[in-house]
């Protein structure tokens, strides 16, 4: 069973402050992604990676950047937090050519 | 560009009642279509895919191409259906889902 674990499930930061969202999959799984979840918008990519140390802009990748050093581990950063950037973000991983993706249970982060 | 749109924020019925959550796309390659709920306190979690044509906790959906949806159905709507519904697509190398805004069915007793 795909396991994919996100270091928080509620974070509450301050304006400026730099943020570190982690996700861990441990199905060796290529792909990764960070998508955020807001209300009435669905979820909307922010990065993905397709392998380590590769990555690929998604929809919304501004003020974000994101680091994938070994396979099962991506990482999300917020270099200087927004109030804008309040919201849910879900890790989600991906096997090869089969489209499921399996997401995480999201960190909710609230920017104050 | 591709999209996918949800036209319904909030679906309302009653237990037994039949449920049709619309979810309509554009893109110019060929489509790959999947539904993902979220039940409260749950994780996002795929449903089904059109490629399968399966069924599904008795949800079924229906690729149609010449009117670009893949609208999501179910005969008799359920308690425990209650949750919201994110209609997604693939990009042609399949490494990329585009989702919809959501759909939050309530399924009333």
């Known amino acids: 069973d795909v396991k994919v674990t996100q270091s928080s499930r509620y974070l509450v930061k301050r304006t400026g402050e730099k943020v570190f969202l982690e996700c861990v999959q441990d199905m060796d799984h290529e792909n990764m992604f960070w998508y955020r979840q807001d209300p009435g918008l669905g979820l909307r990519l922010i990065y993905f990676?397709?392998?380590?140390?590769?990555?690929e802009k998604g929809d919304i990748p501004e003020g974000y950047s994101v680091s994938r050093e070994k396979k099962e581990r991506f990482s999300l950063i917020l270099e200087s937090a927004s109030t804008n950037q309040t919201s849910m973000y879900l890790c989600?991983?991906?096997?090869?050519?089969?489209?499921?993706?399996?997401f995480g249970p999201g960190t909710r982060l609230t920017v104050t | 560009a591709q999209r996918v749109t949800q036209p319904e924020k909030l679906l309302s019925v009653f237990k037994g009642a039949p449920v049709e959550l619309k979810c309509n796309y554009s893109?110019?390659?060929?489509?790959?279509l999947f539904w993902y709920v979220q039940y409260s306190r749950q994780r996002l979690q795929l449903l089904l895919r059109?490629?399968s044509r399966e069924s599904i906790k008795g949800f079924t959906a229906d690729l149609n191409k010449g009117e670009t949806s893949f609208h999501l159905k179910k005969p008799f709507a359920q308690e425990e259906d209650s949750a919201m519904y994110y209609c997604a697509l693939s990009n042609n190398a399949g490494n990329m889902l585009t989702f919809g805004g959501g759909t939050r069915l309530m399924v009333k007793p």
């Open positions: 059109h490629i």
């Open positions: 893109y110019s390659g060929s489509p790959e």
């Open positions: 990676s397709y392998d380590v140390k590769m990555k």
């Open positions: 989600a991983s991906r096997w090869g050519r089969l489209n499921e993706q399996y």
